[in-house]
């Protein structure tokens, strides 16, 4: 079982910047790969990031490569999302998620827990 408790978020104004952080308690927090998800209402679940077990290997959405930036702590148990020139088309509620899978997942259905989201407005 792991339990993920989720901060940051905000509004921004366009072209801002937000981190969002997801700390991690329960089963060994280093076994798992940690994803990024986000939700626009009337849209379903995107794949934003997702960062192996060490951290050396993260997969980015398309539309927030080069953007947004996830990297992990595995002494603070916590993952991040760093988010840079953010846009109004970014708003979203935001997720963290863990997955206990070998291989970097990029599919809601391959993480096993979820953290509470996280409402991100950026206004034009």
């Known amino acids: 079982q792991v339990r993920l408790v989720q901060s940051g978020g905000g509004l921004v104004q366009n072209g801002g910047s937000l981190r969002l952080s997801c700390a991690a308690s329960?089963?060994?927090?280093?076994?798992?790969?940690m994803g990024w998800f986000r939700q626009a209402p009337g849209k379903e679940r995107e794949f934003v990031a997702a960062?192996?077990?060490?951290?050396?290997?993260?997969f980015y959405g398309d539309s927030v490569k080069g953007r947004f930036t996830s990297s992990r702590d595995n002494v603070k148990n916590t993952v991040y999302l760093q988010m840079n020139s953010l846009k109004p088309e970014d708003t979203a509620v935001y997720y963290c998620?863990?997955?206990?899978?070998?291989?970097?997942?990029?599919?809601?259905?391959?993480?096993?827990?979820w953290g509470q989201g996280t409402q991100v407005t950026v206004s034009s």
């Open positions: 998620a863990a997955a206990n899978t070998i291989n970097v997942a990029t599919t809601p259905v391959r993480y096993d827990y």
């Open positions: 329960g089963d060994t927090f280093s076994s798992y790969v």
């Open positions: 960062t192996s077990w060490s951290g050396k290997t993260t």
